[in-house]
């Protein structure tokens, strides 16, 4: 029989009468299963709720709007424009919350099957869309919606918020904060009913290796940064010296102190990171793929990957403000080995945390497997 083809085990049926056993792994599965579903129509209805908000409020903003005096033929235009944009039934927060929904049923899949691997890969995958749809919320909250929004001219935002209703605005943020906190609680839930069936899940030590060594990604950046902040100065030192008269207004050493204060707040957020990392790597050589770390490695991987993409497009050179300048060309981008040195360990950075979660999914139950075969 393969590996996945296993049923998740339950650390506390042992020696139980069997039909209770069989009946508790049932319940348990169902509860999973009931919260994994709630994940997706939660987003629905939260969805639909702030929806039908937007057009209360988009509507009693029209109708007040209506009773002012003269307003100018633009002024009008725009706020039957935005008014339209705010109710839509195909709007921004209608396919937000429409795209989040059919993100999170196959966490509902996952653990229908009832199985250690399937299991796995779905706490992994909830705790993967956990912190986009926070950001997304947030994102909601702040740009969208029946309020004025930063396309409309000085005299429409101030119609809108002069008839925008007193209530509108802290309901909004009310319910946007209420379907945040439902989220967590249920992604809270899942994990702790994973967690209170599962025993210690071995896994390959190739995953704990990985994450312990995924702060090196941090040192590696910080360290090539430097360098590269150190030897830009000395190459536009000479590049300014050697170069016609008039040329260049200076040698600019000033952005590099930019390009050092930002490398500093890099090394701060990949230190983070790296404290994060090996508090997993220990996790995860204590208690292999048992919940809930499947769902912690997965929400911290977002905001990791994200980072690493940031250092790599957002660099200390190119976020100086050299780049436009009269000043040597290496203050702006960097010496030339510096941007590829930089996207391989970014890159290599990223590889290290996939391969790691796909063996935590992958590799779980093979261990789980394993220690069953080993003799007693």
């Known amino acids: 029989m393969d590996a996945d083809d296993h049923p998740a085990e339950s650390g506390d049926t042992a020696g139980a009468v069997p039909g209770t056993a069989a009946a508790g792994a049932a319940d348990g599965t169902a509860g999973r299963r009931g919260r994994g579903i709630g994940l997706a129509v939660q987003a629905a209805l939260f969805g ?60 509902a899949v996952l653990l229908d099957r009832r199985r250690r691997r399937a299991e796995t890969a779905g706490l992994l995958l909830a705790g993967l869309l956990t912190p986009p749809y926070l950001a997304g919320l947030a994102v909601v909250a702040l740009f969208t919606g029946a309020g004025p929004d930063v396309l409309l001219s000085e005299d429409t935002v101030a119609l809108v918020r002069s008839r925008l209703p007193d209530w509108y605005v802290p309901a909004r943020s ?35 290796l990985l994450l312990a060594h995924l702060p090196l990604v941090g040192v590696h950046v910080t360290v090539l940064g430097s360098v590269a902040i150190g030897q830009a100065g000395r190459l536009a030192r000479q590049e300014a010296r050697t170069a016609p008269e008039g040329a260049y207004a200076g040698p600019g050493l000033f952005y590099l102190d930019d390009a050092a204060g930002l490398l500093r707040w890099y090394g701060v957020l990949f230190a983070v990171a790296g404290a994060l990392a090996l508090a997993l790597a220990a996790a995860v050589r204590r208690r292999g793929a048992a919940a809930p770390l499947p769902a912690v490695l997965g929400a ?39 941007p590829p040195a930089l996207l391989t360990q970014t890159l290599l950075g990223a590889v290290a945390y996939l391969t790691a979660a796909v063996l935590l999914v992958r590799g779980g139950y093979q261990g789980a497997r394993d220690a069953r075969g080993a003799p007693g």
């Open 48 to 107: 639909s709720a702030v929806f039908l908000l937007d057009r209360a409020a988009g509507a009693a903003v029209a109708d007040r709007a209506a009773s002012t005096g003269r307003i100018a033929d633009g002024t009008w235009t725009e706020l039957a424009r935005h008014g339209e944009s705010a109710s839509a039934p195909a709007g921004p927060v209608v396919g937000f919350f429409l795209v989040a929904a059919i993100l999170f049923a196959p966490v």
């Open 174 to 208: 009310a319910l946007l904060g209420a379907a945040a906190t439902a989220h967590l609680v249920n992604v809270f839930l899942l994990a702790r009913a994973a967690a209170a069936h599962q025993r210690a899940v071995p896994v390959p030590g190739t995953v704990p």
């Open 300 to 338: 911290a991987g977002i905001p990791f990957l994200l980072l690493l993409l940031v250092a790599s497009a957002a660099t200390p050179f190119t976020q100086s403000g050299a780049a436009d300048e009269p000043v040597p060309g290496v203050l702006g981008s960097g010496p030339d080995w510096y």
